[in-house]
């Protein structure tokens, strides 16, 4: 891969660590790909992946250029100037692919994800897009062939051209909603070209700003049919990916109608789609819901319906969507807990939905960032393994919950039990005793492991 | 009924306004009960009820006697002396009685609502707390009788005593959930006696405050068989009202899993519940949650779920449960449209979960805050049947969403479209117009209504 | 003025409200310049200016023009494709001139605020910047003569070239210092020339993303000092306009060093600059610091320091700005009572920093957003003239405070008394009597006057 | 002191950590008192300070005795029931000082922090109210004498009788404000006993729940002149201690005048009290007022007027005062590293307002949580010195700054340059290179040292 050299050749070394300057560029301090815990690599618990429209497109800015569509900073112009942004749309989109390829080899990530626009420039007809997307693609698989790189999950940009202002599947023009299915098409039809694991939906525009000019019936409707469409298509085309919605509670809408984990499962219940979708949990959504960090992937997990993380963060006194590079341990050792819990996230991972800030110009910036990452989440699955192997969280616990094992809570448990029941129990065993919830002692023991 | 004379009677007139020093205490200035718009008298529109806990058992703080548990000042003692809270804890609860529907009669309020132990004071065992129920309920279904006000509905206390500390139907003790279920059984029965409306659950204390020590899953399945024992307990008895949950985000609990409206219809419909409830929505809980006031109303509204509404206020600058009477005419315009369009909200109503602020010491205040939220709200009803009856705002959102009659878009709208016909839509027709969304002329016109 | 009249000759009407069809473009249903209320003409009372950036330079996202610089939406592209935005940067900065005036005049607006950016292409060089400016404010001059029309005020872009990226007079780099020191003196040589009335500083980018790479002590120090060298050349080129400084809590930064008009008001004062400022208070500024609407136009008036309002508003549920033009009239009516009660803003104004949303596509969408703005001020204002004529408000105000105008409470209020006296009075007089605040009594009073 | 065995004789072992079976009950794992870091002994940087309020008086609600007034579950009744409170008002209050000291004893802090009325209860007259508290505080002068422990601050409290709930210095009657100020003498007489090395005012009444009742500029007034008598007061009496001003930003009030450091000092400035009072910083409180957990630490310390720290911390999701046990890492590492930077906190010092979750309802408990937050502060405070030490993050941000120590930077520093400099300085210079932040880098570093 002679094209990429040109890209980071400039970066050898890492030297954010105090001496780590004899290091080469991938100097993990805690993350080690092929380390086994609880039967299983770091890796593989991990399922890292990088995201192409922050770390390829981003330019400290929305961008300038059409075909560069995410990266936000709306008092600002660019600040990001890439070597690989040169030339015509179509020839930066292969120079970008190639620094794409050049960077995950060097960083050591197996994955990658995209949105179809910010892999190729969109055209001035739909044609002509899709042409530029099998043409970019073309190239992408030959990549994928030679590294080994995967493809983690796929999406459509159904939210930065103009003409989704209004929504994509719920757009009050049902040209609009028709140009989205096409583009949805095709993505899907690229999804299964690239092998790609999972194809996410995330409805930026699928909400509103005014309650005054919205019919919130209609949309929701067909949004839902909008969603059996791709699932009847997907099943025509053999596609064998996991459909992933994400969730999101505002911005740019002011309110989205994925608002958070429940939102989302309770859509589709009503409408007779989970058994065709996971969910794909971003925690920056989850805090911005009003929400702890992990609440979203606790509560999509428990539902069976957890199935991929943007691990990233925000700052919790802000309002907005920061895609910072997620640098909490403990954040990281809870998720971990729950991925471990549920037996893994395959065919999910944790793929970084996370920018570098705006102010970090230098092209390092990208290997420190993702490796700061990798090892904070290296830790919190470090950590987490201790918890669970331990017991001792575990084990409290399962304690305080015990009473439902046999007697009356083993009939509330297989739901036999009735309020007559209940009172007979009452009038017999009087008051219960009052039992502390113990929660500083759960939280020193929770600070033992971090 | 003699017995009330005594408690407002020192209150002949109110003078809020200007020039009202002449009336009698009733001087509505917009709301008039027997006004008929639409079909429909004001007091069919508004069904309001008076709460029981706020107004009569309120004393400005939590309260010193544990029969009055609900109004909260975390940093300041009583300052609402009540003339009615006098005697034993039964002596003042039938002075409370009388004073309630001596209130409810001069303000001219037909429904009231009331949690268990804020109508009869909670005993030493399961058996005397019913007894004092039984009790303090037959001088109310005497009182009733006379004066023809009715239960909008009835609640039970499941969040105050120590015992539920750590949840009710969701505590890791089945010895308490057990309590639960036999105090909520006392609380249907007394439901079908008084023949209340409705019947609600609020679960204050159904969540978490640190997720260290909680099992999510088990805690959730026990909810839900709970649910199930008092519908079938319910259906066992005749017991012919709404059951309704009352959704909020948070507060007592860290996190509560009746979050929001789309949080309950999840759970509901994940548990095959959803025929047996509808939703209590509380603005106050709805911007709590992070939504515009409206939200809630608007969603359960559209999912056939809204059952009643909690008719207060907070103040979108804090960040806990202020229960505020409604002031602001915006807010009770939306209201009034979503629930016109849905045809009313019998059997549900408009409750005053609201209380005077804990400053308003007079016993005037008490007619002053019903008074002026009765007024907010008539003038909301009387707004949103202009809004309706002049079909500027319907006609106009009509029109926008009319590429959904016919053609591709009635195909969307019908379910039958495929991805396929989608692209093939855009090949031929290519490009959609850009259409203004003119949130400011929808808002402008809003506005000319207000 | 022949050049205006192809930029909005085709919207001759303004047809938002249901009977207006027939007006002219400017069919205020509740503005009238001319008419004199409390002894001053609405025109003076309101003083309202329109912003250049959003409603002239805006596009519906960051510009792809980096000569347009505000206005954002972080997913999305352009939307507004003005048909000023034509040729080379400087011809279509002169057309823009000339269609804001043609717009400014057919509003009957008599002020406009402006950044030395939006208004004059930068150059690659200071000096082709500053020549760029000249250029285009000769002809701005030329309109102004011709029009009446005057500057409210301006301000210099600090924050949108890479080169503050990491702040302007915060920047860690004093190359970056004087670049922002050497644009400011040329601004205010135009604020000069253009005759401004004040001259605004809004410190977005002065703060801090992390604070581990920020000297905080060191930034405020520097930032003082740029503020002193301002002041002296203002006074050394003889100009008379008010300085302002405008706080915002965050965004773009994570925090802002000029948070809230306490956090400025404390800021001056510790670096002896409070006599050479006012604060120019924008209220969806004041809402993300986390304080009511209203509150940093009160906090800013009680302490002398008002200057100006950016008369926008946000959405209580948003966590980030959204300069939405002010449509609730409650809103509006507390800040024309401030205003009133201060003897007006003058120099300062409404200045509407608000964008019309993305959606708002249509040209008449400006004319329909600022006379939807206009309208919701000119009915705070006739509210806030009847609340105080009719004085009941005012007079329960000044009763509830009447304790400090004699004996003791004249003590306080003059400073005199001590701690032994007020011993001594509680000896003597015991415990005060609990008077109730009565907010709902006021609440209802206040919606009597909306 | 036989009698305080009584009260923890049972609870003879900590057991938290997996393998602390055999420890006794100060099985600290990283607070080592005596151990010194960077000269100091840790005893001597934390200086530990136990409240009275939560861990004696807190029965988690509101109490049911009103001399035991602090500790909020708005929807809850007691659940913590202690030895101590038994008897008589006087008798409790006797036993509970005795628990005290023997808890603090056993903790091995050195201070303890209280309200007036937590202390000592209420009397029917302020007469008796003080000899309540010259009685008890008696014995609390011969428990300091036998067993070392001193006083870090007393307050007093202004803000939980009614006749405070309209506020203390800013209640619109004068009568209401004279009780404050008899209060306040004693306070301060009280103080100048037992030795307090400091003296703090909360205001949580100072501020309002409505603008509309609020004359705001008389309110500052009287709170200035308030804090003018104490100054007067305590310097009449030779009383040495710091005063001390703890900012909130609302609850109980909507608004309160201390909103946040920077509000406090421009209150201060504003009347001339800034040389007499620092800040006693809360950082539940700062993230109420929408900044980060280290904010107003940090702006405090910038602006040379930490004074003191409440060490405690609230959940970022929730939007009211929680005061939880502080628990996470990176907090006190960042709070430590400001502290050791000014050189310590004397005569201040980390006092733990915050209580055990009214769920935590055993006994032991109480020292599970504190030595749970002492360890995270010793972590911290290691964290912290090791920052220092290796100097790496230090010598970065000095270089960053490095600009402003010569040439025109070291004019800007000095206060000497001119805007004609700047213009000057660029038109040599011309456009200034960009510079990473590289905050992603100081953020990995920094979890290294965690």
Redesign the interface.
Known sequence: MAAQAEFFAGIPKIS???NAGARDVMCF?HYNAEEVLMGRSMEDWLRFSVCYWHSFCGT???A???TL???????????LHRPWNEGTPMESAKKRLHAAFEFFTKLGVKYYTFHDRDMAPEGS???ESNRNLDEITDVALQLQSQTGIKVLWVTCNL????????GAATN???????????Q???G?EIAKKLGAENFVFWG?REGF??????????E???MA??F???V??KEKIGLKCQFLIEPK????C??QYD??A??V???L??YGLESHFKLNIEPNHT??????Y??DI??AS??GMLGSVDSNTG???????TDQ?P????DTT?VMKTVIEQGGLQPGGLNFDAK???????LE?LF??H??AM??FARGLRNAVRIIE?G??TG??KE??S??SH???QK??D?S???????A???Q????????????????????Y?
């Not at 700003?209 to 209609?218: E, G, P, Q, R």
């Not at 570098?356 to 230098?362: A, K, L």
């Not at 039990?417 to 009172?423: D, F, G, W």
Request: proline share 5%; glycine share 8%.
């Open positions: 954010y660590l105090p301090k400290g800015t929305v300038t250029d059409p569509p995410l990266c936000a900073d709306p008092f600002g112009f660019p600040t007809t739909l044609e939210f930065a051209h103009q003409r989704y202002m209004n009050p023009d049902c040209h609009v909603l028709a140009f989205a299915g096409a949805v098409k095709k899907l930026g700003l005014s309650i005054h000019n919205t019919d919130v019936a209609a929701l409707k067909h049919n909008f059996k469409m791709a009847k298509y509670p505002k911005e740019p002011r309110h608002y958070d429940m939102s499962i309770g859509f219940k009503h805090t911005l819901a009003g929400h702890s992990e609440h606790v509560m428990t539902f700052s919790s006194d802000l309002g907005w969507d590079f640098m909490d341990i403990r809870l570098v800030r705006r102010e970090s110009t230098d910036d420190i960032a490796i700061g090892d904070t331990d001792l969280i409290m616990v305080r919950y009473s439902f007697g009356i809570g509330v448990e739901g039990a009735t309020l007559e029941e209940m009172e129990f009452i009038k065993n009087g008051e219960p005793k009052v039992t502390s919830g113990k929660q500083e002692k759960y939280e020193s023991i929770f600070n033992h971090i």
